[in-house]
């Protein structure tokens, strides 16, 4: 049977309580079970708050995640720059570990002056470097083609290095293919893997020739309904986290539509 867990990237929005522990409250009470935690400009969270987040989140039925910080690049020349990089990765898992969250989300770096086939090798070799069984890596898609992350690519390095797993952001795959996505395509794509659970992004997004621009509210595209069918046809466990500038609002929308195609959540 499948379970399907939906819910924001970051603190809601609709919260009184503007913290991570008064967002997962909040979600509770809005009957969504997903929460990813942004640590994108810096993990500025201690390890005791970790804790007590954790702890919440396991009592509420909340499954955790992280965004780890923005500024990781393992495509770098830069020794300092990639021992940086390597640091911030290494701080997320530990805060992770300490939530219990299951899986840190990164975008692994951007081509630069390299080949295609260069940048593999270095982020696989940062990859293997970080990597560690206690918290999955997970390597999301990228919407710049600038950007180490095509599909492909990261279906690749995880056939190669354990505890990785690619996150997709539907948006960011449609955006790098300019405006066309087959979600059958996708879990094709990923179903040599046999990922136990599939950690996923969603919103609409607004593209250019070089890629993603910005984020969208759920109105538009890539439209979401035949998402949700195809993961109710193929029965699978995921969750969703909604990177929409409505946050939790369009995660409520995302949980509307697949009731209206006869899916029922458990309560927390």
């Known amino acids: 049977m499948e379970k399907i867990f939906l819910g924001p990237a970051g603190i809601c929005i609709s919260a009184k309580d503007n913290s991570t522990i008064g967002s997962i409250k909040h979600l509770a009470e809005l009957g969504l079970a997903a929460q990813e935690v942004e640590f994108v400009y810096g993990v500025q969270m201690n390890r005791p708050t970790a804790r007590e987040v954790g702890d919440?989140?396991?009592?509420?039925?909340?499954?955790?995640?992280?965004h780890a910080p923005y500024y990781i690049n393992l495509c770098t020349t830069d020794?300092?720059?990639?021992?940086?990089?390597?640091?911030?990765?290494?701080?997320?898992?530990?805060?992770?570990?300490?939530?219990n969250a299951n899986v840190i989300v990164f975008h692994a770096g951007f081509y630069g002056n390299l080949t295609e086939e260069e940048a593999f090798e270095k982020v696989k070799e940062g990859c293997e470097e970080v990597a560690t069984k206690e918290v999955l890596l997970g390597l999301e898609t990228t919407g710049k083609h600038s950007a180490f992350g095509s599909l492909e690519e990261l279906v690749k390095l995880c056939k190669q290095v354990k505890h990785c797993v690619p996150v997709i952001d539907f948006a960011h795959v449609f955006a790098r293919n300019f405006g066309k996505i087959d979600y059958g395509k996708v879990f094709d794509a990923i179903e040599p893997l046999k990922l136990k659970h599939i950690h996923t992004h969603f919103s609409n997004i607004e593209f250019t020739e070089k890629g993603e621009r910005r984020h969208l509210v759920l109105d538009s595209q890539p439209p979401f309904k035949p998402l949700a069918e195809e993961i109710l046809k193929r029965k699978l466990n995921i969750t969703?986290?909604?990177?929409?500038?409505?946050?939790?609002?369009?995660s409520l929308k995302m949980k509307r539509i697949f009731e209206s195609l006869g899916y029922r959540f458990e309560k927390n």
């Open 56 to 66: 919440i989140a396991k009592k509420l039925n909340i499954k955790l995640s992280i």
């Open 79 to 99: 020794k300092k720059k990639l021992a940086a990089s390597k640091t911030r990765i290494k701080n997320t898992i530990d805060r992770a570990v300490a939530m």
């Open 240 to 250: 969703i986290i909604s990177e929409s500038p409505a946050l939790e609002q369009d």
